[in-house]
C-alpha cells in the first residue's frame, strides 16, 4: 500500500471517528435537558453545600422516574465569583457555550439582581432561588425572571406581628450594607411605624457584608440604649454578632427579632451560645411532622447520612420547580415555560405552593418562631408555618410596584 493510500485510511478514519463523537454527542443532548445553575459556592458554604446536595437529590429522583418529556435532566453549575460582573459572563457562558435556554440559582440579592438583568436582555428562562431582594420581582422584575425563596419583604410581614406585639419604641437596626439588608430594613421601618406611628430608630449599624467589626457595633447598640433591636445580619457576621453581644449583655432584657436566624445552618456554628427567645424566620428541620415532609427527609438522611438545612430545601423545590413548570409546558420552549410558570403550582417538603402570574414570585412561605436551646445546640420552638400567599400584596398592588413587565 503507497504512503498516499495510507494517509487517505488514516484521514478516513479520523473523520469517522469524529462523526461518531459528533452523533454521539448529538444523541446525548436529545436525550437531555440541560439547566445552566449558577451560585456563590465558594464563599457561601454554609448555605450552598446544603443547597447543591438539595438539588442534586431532586435531579436524582426525577431521573430516576424517567426525566421530563421523557429526558434526564442535567444541570451544568458553575461558581458565579460571588460578583454580579463574574455572574453576568457564568450566566453568557452557559447560555453560549454550553447552550443552555434555562438558567437558575444565585444566592446574594445584588447577584440576583445582575442576573435578572442578564435574563431580560439575553431573553432567557430564570429562576431565582435563593436572593431575598423584593426588586428581583418588583421594581427590576421581567417576563423572563421567576423567584423561589420568600423575599425580605415577605418574611419581614411574618416578623412585624411579633414586633407589634412586643410594644416597644425604640429600636436598633442592624444589617449587612448590601442590597439584601437595605431592602429588609427599609422594609421594617415602613411596616412598622404604619402600625405603630410613635416609633422611634435610635441607631442603624450597617456593616459591610462579611466584615463587621461586631464590638464596635454591639456597643453601639448598647450606647443607643434601644427597647428592642432588628436584625438582619447572616453567616459569620451573625456568629460575631451573637458571641460579641451575649458576652457584652447587649441582648439582656432586649427584644430580639431576627431574620434567617433560626435556619439551622446559621444557628449551629453559635452551639450552645444560640440566643435564647430571639424571634426569628427559620427551618425546624427535625420538628415538621407533616408527610410530605417525612418523605423528603427520610430520602435525604439516606442519600447524604447528614440532615438538611434550609439550603436543601431550596436547591430541592429550585429542580423540581423547572421540571413541573418543563412538564406543564410540554417543551424547553422559553415563552412557553414562561406561560407555563404563570401560575404554576405544585408540592413541596414544605407543602403546595404556586409561582404567581402577577409578578413570578412564589408562595411558599417559612417558619416563624423562636430561638431555643436543645442538646448544647440552637433549635426553634413555638414555630408555626406561615403561607407565603398570606402575606403578599395584591395583584393590584403588584401592578404599582412592578412597572416593567419585560
Given at each position: 500500500m503507497t504512503a498516499r493510500s495510507l494517509h487517505s485510511l488514516a484521514i478516513a478514519g479520523t473523520l469517522?471517528?469524529?462523526?461518531?463523537?459528533?452523533?454521539?454527542?448529538?444523541?446525548?443532548?436529545?436525550d437531555t435537558i440541560k439547566i445552566g445553575e449558577l451560585n456563590s459556592y465558594k464563599t457561601q458554604t454554609a448555605f450552598l453545600d446544603p443547597y447543591k446536595k438539595g438539588w442534586e437529590l431532586a435531579i436524582e429522583q426525577i431521573n430516576a422516574k424517567g426525566g421530563v418529556l421523557g429526558k434526564k435532566l442535567e444541570v451544568i453549575s458553575r461558581d458565579d465569583g460571588s460578583t454580579p460582573g463574574d455572574a453576568v459572563r457564568?450566566?453568557?457562558?452557559?447560555?453560549?457555550?454550553?447552550?443552555?435556554?434555562?438558567?437558575?440559582?444565585?444566592?446574594?440579592?445584588?447577584?440576583?439582581?445582575?442576573?435578572?438583568?442578564?435574563?431580560?436582555?439575553?431573553?432567557?428562562?430564570?429562576?431565582?432561588?435563593?436572593?431575598?431582594?423584593?426588586?428581583?420581582?418588583?421594581?427590576?422584575?421581567?417576563?423572563?425572571?421567576?423567584?423561589?425563596?420568600?423575599?425580605?419583604?415577605?418574611?419581614?410581614?411574618?416578623?412585624?406581628?411579633?414586633?407589634?406585639?412586643?410594644?416597644?419604641?425604640?429600636?436598633?437596626?442592624?444589617?449587612?450594607?448590601?442590597?439584601?439588608?437595605?431592602?429588609?430594613?427599609?422594609?421594617?421601618?415602613?411596616?412598622?411605624?404604619?402600625?405603630q406611628p410613635d416609633v422611634e430608630f435610635v441607631t442603624e449599624q450597617a456593616p459591610p457584608l462579611g466584615k463587621v467589626d461586631a464590638g464596635a457595633v454591639v456597643q453601639a447598640i448598647d450606647d443607643a440604649k434601644p427597647d428592642a433591636i432588628f436584625n438582619v445580619?447572616?453567616?459569620?457576621?451573625?456568629?460575631?454578632?451573637?458571641?460579641?453581644?451575649?458576652?457584652?449583655?447587649?441582648?439582656?432584657?432586649?427584644?430580639?427579632?431576627?431574620?434567617?436566624?433560626?435556619?439551622?445552618?446559621?444557628?449551629?456554628?453559635?452551639?450552645e451560645e444560640a440566643p435564647v427567645g430571639w424571634i426569628v424566620t427559620g427551618y425546624p428541620w427535625d420538628k415538621i411532622k407533616t408527610p410530605e415532609y417525612l418523605a423528603f427527609l427520610t430520602a435525604y438522611q439516606k442519600k447524604y447520612n447528614d440532615y438538611p438545612r434550609l439550603g436543601s430545601i431550596v436547591g430541592y423545590v429550585?429542580?423540581?420547580?423547572?421540571?413541573?413548570?418543563?412538564?406543564?409546558?410540554?417543551?424547553?420552549?422559553?415563552?412557553?415555560?414562561?406561560?407555563?410558570?404563570?401560575?404554576?403550582?405544585?408540592?413541596?417538603?414544605?407543602?403546595?405552593?404556586?409561582?404567581?402570574?402577577?409578578?413570578?414570585?412564589?408562595?411558599?412561605?417559612?417558619?416563624?418562631?423562636?430561638?431555643?436551646?436543645?442538646?448544647?445546640k440552637g433549635t426553634m420552638a413555638d414555630f408555626k408555618y406561615v403561607d407565603g400567599a398570606t402575606v403578599l400584596p395584591s395583584d393590584a398592588e403588584v401592578k404599582k410596584l412592578r412597572p416593567v413587565t419585560e
Open positions: 469517522a471517528g469524529a462523526l461518531t463523537l459528533s452523533f454521539g454527542h448529538a444523541a446525548r443532548a436529545q457564568v450566566a453568557d457562558e452557559l447560555v453560549t457555550r454550553e447552550g443552555v435556554n434555562i438558567i437558575a440559582g444565585t444566592f446574594l440579592s445584588h447577584i440576583g439582581l445582575a442576573v435578572t438583568e442578564f435574563a431580560g436582555k439575553k431573553k432567557v428562562f430564570f429562576l431565582a432561588a435563593e436572593p431575598l431582594t423584593d426588586k428581583i420581582t418588583w421594581q427590576n422584575g421581567n417576563k423572563y425572571t421567576f423567584r423561589l425563596r420568600a423575599t425580605t419583604y415577605m418574611q419581614v410581614a411574618m416578623l412585624m406581628p411579633a414586633a407589634v406585639a412586643a410594644k416597644k419604641k425604640r429600636w436598633a437596626l442592624v444589617y449587612p450594607n448590601f442590597e439584601y439588608g437595605q431592602a429588609a430594613v427599609a422594609t421594617f421601618k415602613e411596616m412598622l411605624k404604619a402600625q445580619l447572616f453567616g459569620a457576621d451573625f456568629s460575631k454578632l451573637v458571641r460579641e453581644g451575649t458576652t457584652r449583655g447587649v441582648f439582656k432584657d432586649r427584644t430580639v427579632v431576627s431574620l434567617l436566624s433560626g435556619e439551622p445552618e446559621y444557628l449551629d456554628p453559635v452551639k429550585t429542580m423540581t420547580s423547572l421540571a413541573a413548570g418543563i412538564a406543564k409546558a410540554g417543551s424547553t420552549d422559553t415563552d412557553k415555560l414562561i406561560a407555563a410558570f404563570e401560575g404554576l403550582k405544585l408540592d413541596s417538603p414544605f407543602g403546595p405552593f404556586m409561582y404567581r402570574a402577577s409578578d413570578h414570585q412564589a408562595t411558599m412561605g417559612a417558619y416563624v418562631g423562636k430561638i431555643a436551646l436543645e442538646g448544647g
